[in-house]
């Protein structure tokens, strides 16, 4: 039995609900907030508030933005002729990051899985063909995850783009920057040996 007041204990649980905290974790970060912290309480709860109100995805291509169509998608520099394709925003962001792709960006909203019943129209896939037309697309550029599923939706889109004209690509895989073979399990050597380049 918790000896919380209600509303903290509502906070305790929203929070429990997030990916990563459970409900000691949970606790922890609330007190953390009420404790010496309690300074970012407020801000913490005004920028949630905000976010709430003006978050969206973006019509287009799926990121989330505070406006209809994202940065990204109305930036004309970003109209390079590439379109990259994620599985989810946390993907595009990751590729954001890395600041090397230039061009715009498709967010599928996961990958096609027969076991949970997701099939194309669930992820944006004819979405993406249109958009690879109607924006004179020359190349689609595939970074989907090395699963089953990842591969299965990257082929299922290769078919689903053919007679286009544009062109299909992959992210190349294999051996991580700073990876030691050993540590390397066998499919990700064997991808890493396939995908070799002169040196």
Not at 34 to 39: Q, S
Not at 64 to 70: K, L, Q
Not at 118 to 142: C, F, Q
Request: hydrophobic share 40%; charged share 25%; with cysteine.
């Amino acid at each position: 039995m918790s000896t919380a007041p209600k509303d903290i204990e509502t906070l305790i649980d929203l929070m429990a609900r997030l990916p990563g905290l459970g409900p000691r974790s949970a606790r922890r970060a609330v007190l953390f907030l009420l404790g010496k912290n309690r300074r970012l309480l407020a801000p913490l709860g005004e920028a949630m508030t905000a976010v709430a109100q003006t978050a969206r995805d973006c019509l287009n291509c799926g990121n989330i933005g505070t406006s209809d169509i994202c940065d990204i998608c109305t930036s004309e520099k970003r109209a390079t002729g590439e379109i990259c394709v994620v599985e989810d925003v946390a993907d595009l962001w990751a590729m954001e990051r890395a600041g090397v792709f230039k061009g715009r960006y498709h967010v599928l909203g996961g990958t096609l899985s027969a076991l949970d019943a997701v099939g194309p129209e669930e992820l944006r896939i004819p979405k993406l063909r249109d958009r690879a037309v109607s924006e004179g697309a020359t190349e689609i550029i595939l970074a989907l995850g090395a699963t089953v599923d990842g591969q299965t939706t990257a082929h299922y889109i290769a078919e689903a783009l053919e007679g286009t004209g544009v062109a299909v690509t992959s992210l190349a895989q294999g051996v991580p920057i700073g990876g030691e073979l050993d540590y390397l399990d066998d499919g990700t050597i064997t991808a890493a040996l396939r995908a070799r380049k002169s040196f």
